[in-house]
Every structure is written in C-alpha cells, then in structure tokens.
C-alpha cells in the first residue's frame, strides 16, 4: 500500500523517527541534504505546553523554509487538550503532518498515563485519536500513529491499537517492535510487525527497530509486508543513511522487494569529518538567533553542548582512539571542533561490524512506570478516559 501524507507522496516509503533533542531543525535538514523527498518528523512536544503556548515548545517546533512536509509529532492523555494542541499547529499553519505518539516509554510521560500507557485503555486511545483526527480534518492535514507492542510480554496492545487507529481515521501507523518493558534492549521483534500488517488492511503499516543499515530496511519489508520504515537510532552519526535508503528503495511504487542498487560502502573517516564539521555549525547557526551573550550562553556553546553526544555517535566504528573520543565529548566552540577533527586520519574506515554497533539508547529492560492502580481492573481499561490533573501534565513541559 502506497504511503501518503495529505498530497506528498515520498520518493521511498522512509520516515525519520521523532528524537528527543536530536531531530531539531538542523539535523533533519542534513538528513534532507542526503535524502531529499522523504518524511523527517520534529522532536515530540506535549499537547498541553502547545496549547499554552510554552516558550520552550514553541522554539522546538521550527522547520526549515525549504521542508515539505512539515511533520510534528505531539503527545498527551487528554483527547480534549490533543485536539486542541492540533487544532493550534494546523490552524497557525505550522505543520503539513501531525504524527500521535503511544509509544514513549519514558517513566516521566507513563506515569502519568501517556505515551506507551495509552494503548492499555482502548476507549482513552481512541477518543484521543478521534480528537485529533477531527480537529485535523478541516485543515486538511493528514495524522498518523506511531506505538508500541505494548506495556509488557502479557499485555501486548499492538493489534487492538492498530484496529482503533483505522477506525478513527489515522492515515498511516507505525509500530516500534518492543514492549514498553523492553525498552530498547534486545532485538526487535519484526514478527509483531508482520502480524500488524496481515491484521490491519486500510492504511498503511510502518515498521521501526534495530534498521542500521539500508539493507536491513530492504529485509524488515520482505519478512513482513509492511509498507514502508521508519528510521530511529539507525541514523543516529549516520545521516547518509537516507540517501541509501533512497539508492536500495528506489522511487515510485514499485515494492518492497524492488532494490534500484547496492547502497554505497561505509563511509571513510573523512566523509565523516566533513559531516561532523557541517553539522557542527548548522547547529550553532540554528541555536545563535535570539541568543547572543558571549561565553556559555553563547549560541555556540549551546550548540556544542549538543553536538557532544552526536561526536559519539559519529565516531561509533571508527578506531580514533578514547583521547580523541573525550576531547570530542566535552568540545565548546567550532574552533575546538575544527582543531579536534584536523588532527584524524582521514584515511580511516569502520571496523568489520562497525556500521551494527548500536548508537542511541541501549538501557532495559526496565521497570514500567504507571499510575497508582493502573492494571488493577483489565475491565475498566476497556472503558476509562481519565486523564492526569492539567497542572501536574504542564509541570513536565518546564512551563
């Protein structure tokens, strides 16, 4: 099945995953650079901070001139402030796509019954995506879904979640094969995947987990029919890999099976650098507007302060040694940047295996956060929309 958003149809059925302080402005722009025509979605906010217009929010949602289609993902618990977060974005013109997240499995966001928790209450899911969708429809702006297996092993929610999804008029839905409890240990489970696809028929399925390399992308498609991929910690110090999607995908609806060509080789070390180098100043470029004051308030700085943990990633494979590995995590200008990437072997390549080594987030399995009572009653689940109290929601906006 063709995947759609609204009009825009993209040259390979490739999404990149939303990332807490990782797909801001300047890094989807990079991964446009090399992947041009695809999905690239904005970091998470909350519903309830874009309803109160928090400050904070408000920055995070930015998109570049050029970005077509604007693709924001929003996540909350309460179906009335989730229609009206949608209702503010797609009526102020900010976005072209809003994306409904039911999978964080952050201890902050379930605890309070959001994120991953949502699922485990069927009606909560669905009056929230109906709200959504409904305050969606009149802008034309098209919402899809992304979730989990589910909180545990013996509460998998995967398929109920997608059935109340295509009831409630969500245009696509993408499944991140873990558990809540998983986190991000272990294998994903691409079976749950291709039970998803063979139980939900009317839109499109997406599949998430453990993609490192194109061909991994060519594979997850073949074993399980999903209709295309979204791209998380696989693109984390390798935003190129768009560009190999795009090279193995192909164009046009032509298949899951269709390969256009082999995706390049890894990438040299001085590809890299010059990579790093161009990020490295997209980002001080993007954190210097409205932030001037010299030193470590500088834009600068704070742009360095977040490229820290993106050196890490960049580096993962490549033997430059843990001298060159620390420098590069406590960096604080360009110029220490430039001096830090001048001073490698340009000449180096990754190390067999390399390109698997995992980046991002590794930790679980972990202890699932929820509220007080939660599971007590599976029966009431079937049936409860309670939300968590307004003011404790916005506490975890900063706002």
Not at 299 to 319: C, L, N, Q, S, V
Request: aromatic content about 6%; proline content about 7%; hydrophobic content about 40%.
């Amino acid at each position: 099945m063709e995947l759609r958003i609204g009009d825009f149809v993209p040259a390979a059925p490739v999404v990149l995953a939303p990332m807490a302080g990782v797909t801001n402005a300047p890094f989807r722009a990079l991964c446009r650079r090399f992947g041009p025509g695809l999905v690239y979605v904005n970091e998470m906010v909350m519903a309830t901070a874009v309803v109160h217009r928090n400050p904070k929010t408000d920055t995070m949602m930015q998109f570049g001139p050029d970005e077509q289609p604007r693709s924001l993902q929003i996540y909350g618990s309460d179906p009335e402030m989730l229609g009206r977060a949608v209702d503010r974005v797609c009526g102020d013109g900010i976005v072209d796509h809003v994306d409904l997240n039911f999978g964080c499995p952050a201890a902050k966001v379930t605890r309070r019954g959001g994120g991953a928790a949502v699922p485990a209450k069927p009606a909560l899911l669905a009056a929230i995506v109906r709200a959504a969708v409904h305050a969606a429809q009149p802008y034309g702006v098209p919402v899809t879904a992304k979730f989990r297996m589910g909180l545990f092993d013996d509460l998998l929610t995967h398929l109920r979640a997608g059935t109340v999804c295509a009831d409630e008029g969500i245009a696509a839905i993408a499944l991140h094969a873990r558990t809540a409890e998983q986190h991000y240990a272990g294998d994903a489970r691409w079976d749950a995947i291709g039970e998803l696809k063979a139980h939900v028929s009317s839109i499109p399925v997406l599949g998430n987990g453990d993609i490192w390399e194109a061909g991994d992308a060519v594979e997850m498609m073949r074993q399980t029919g999903c209709d295309g991929v979204v791209i998380g910690r696989g693109c984390l110090g390798r935003p190129w890999l768009f560009g190999d999607l795009l090279t193995v995908l192909g164009a046009g609806p032509r298949g899951p099976e269709r390969s256009d060509g082999e995706a390049p080789a890894s990438r040299p070390l001085g590809d890299v650098i010059d990579v790093m180098a161009e990020h490295g100043r997209m980002l001080a470029e993007h954190y210097a507007h409205g932030n001037v004051a010299p030193g470590r308030n500088s834009g600068e700085f704070i742009a360095m302060r977040d490229f820290r943990k993106h050196t890490a990633w960049y580096f993962t494979g490549y033997p430059v040694g843990p001298e060159v590995r620390r420098r590069a995590a406590m960096v604080s200008s360009i110029a220490e940047l430039d001096d830090i990437l001048g001073g490698l072997d340009r000449s180096l390549t990754v190390v067999p295996g390399g390109e698997r080594i995992k980046r991002g987030h590794t930790n679980g399995p972990i202890k699932v956060s929820l509220p007080a009572g939660y599971l007590d009653d599976p029966s009431a689940l079937e049936h409860d929309v309670t939300v968590p109290d307004d003011n404790d929601v916005m506490a975890l906006s900063g706002g």
